[in-house]
């Protein structure tokens, strides 16, 4: 076995199939994220995370879950929580009353996915709504990195009250560039010392708090070539280094074409290949999403390539990325669906909402 297993990848389906069960016994394998057609209901979502713990006990079950036009499950008793963006227009009207309903609203989104048994829901935003980026938008809390750092740090205390970590994301920031990292490969042409000054500042204050971050698959030429996943500079010497973050590091997911480009004027790489210059760049997890449909090729020529590039030394395995991982489960028993309901401080927390 292993002492480094990095690779978050997905299934297809309600249910496990064999095949899904033979790749989460693999030793590579240490997370999986889940998507709105892996839900049919609270309970068959209950009985496939438990089905999913029963090959790996220690897999991550991660999901996008973070309110607004981004949440993958909304229905069986699952509340709809509002996009970030309306705590930011609370916060313009009353600022303590809005932290209050981002506490609320971590709470509510994290209790209810405990539940039925996710472990990690990759929120919250900090990009900054420059009014541009289409992909963003009104996923930002807000324009001022300080209303952002404060609404998000007041979501994250709502998430570590459920027992539930956290993901920062995207690093530096996603927010100033219009192409959409999904279909693009955007380029932020500002400066070190700009970025810094502005988007990348709620990752600085908050460096203590921040149990997680997802890197931008931006291209910021002033400062590197390559994407920020795949940046040393940006992952190592600036995120750890100057900004002192201790946490996991998750790669965005690798099948985004803003992810497998050598830098702006560079090829595609395979999936193994991103995945190993990921790695060796900074991070500790990489996601692979949405390649189980077709039967799953590219996940296990992932996870046969980077098993290769493991054994050739293109790629080691870290302990200190697998005791990141392992710090990210929950590290105290959910409330189940019927004691939620009957939970005070859940019931509070939804009329607080926004």
């Known amino acids: 076995m292993t002492d480094h297993a990095p690779v978050v990848l997905d299934i297809a389906g309600t249910t496990l199939t064999p095949a899904d069960r033979k790749r989460l016994r693999h030793p590579l394998t240490g997370g999986l994220i889940l998507f709105a057609r892996n839900w049919q209901s609270r309970l068959q979502l209950t009985e496939l995370t438990a089905a999913i713990k029963d090959e790996r006990p220690d897999v991550l079950i991660c999901v996008d879950h973070e309110g607004g036009r981004v949440q993958r499950f909304r229905s069986d008793g699952f509340t709809t929580l509002p996009a970030m963006r309306a705590l930011g227009e609370l916060w313009m009207r009353d600022a303590l009353t809005a932290t209050d309903a981002a506490t609320a609203a971590g709470h509510v989104l994290a209790s209810e996915l405990r539940a039925c ?82 988007d990348a500042r709620p990752y600085e204050w908050l460096s203590t708090s921040l149990t997680a971050v997802m890197p931008a698959h931006v291209i910021y030429p002033k400062v590197d070539g390559h994407p920020a996943g795949f940046s040393e ?50 991070c500790d997890m990489v996601l692979l999403c949405n390649q189980s449909l077709d039967g799953g090729a590219a996940v296990d020529e992932l996870l046969a390539g980077l098993e290769q590039a493991e054994a050739l030394g293109h790629w080691q395995p870290d302990p200190d990325s697998e005791q990141r991982r392992l710090a990210l489960l929950p590290q105290t028993p959910p409330l189940g669906w019927d004691d939620l309901m009957h939970d005070p401080v859940y019931q509070h927390a939804l009329e607080r909402l926004p």
Do not use: Q
């Open 117 to 198: 048994g996710v472990d990690l829901s990759f929120t919250p935003v900090l990009d900054l709504d420059h009014g541009g980026s289409s992909v963003i938008g009104d996923r930002a809390f807000h324009r001022d990195a300080r209303v952002a750092a404060l609404l998000a740090k007041s979501l994250m205390h709502g998430l570590l009250r459920a027992g539930m970590g956290n993901c920062g994301k995207h690093f530096p920031g996603h927010g100033f560039v219009k192409a959409d990292s999904h279909v693009a490969v955007p380029v932020d042409r500002r400066s070190l010392k700009a970025i810094l000054a502005d």
């Open 233 to 282: 500079r940006w992952l190592k010497e600036i995120l750890r280094g100057r900004l002192g973050f201790t946490g996991a590091v998750f790669s965005d997911d690798l099948s985004m074409e803003g992810a497998r480009h050598l830098g702006a004027g560079g090829g595609m790489l395979s999936y193994p290949e991103a995945a190993t210059v990921a790695l060796n760049a900074g």
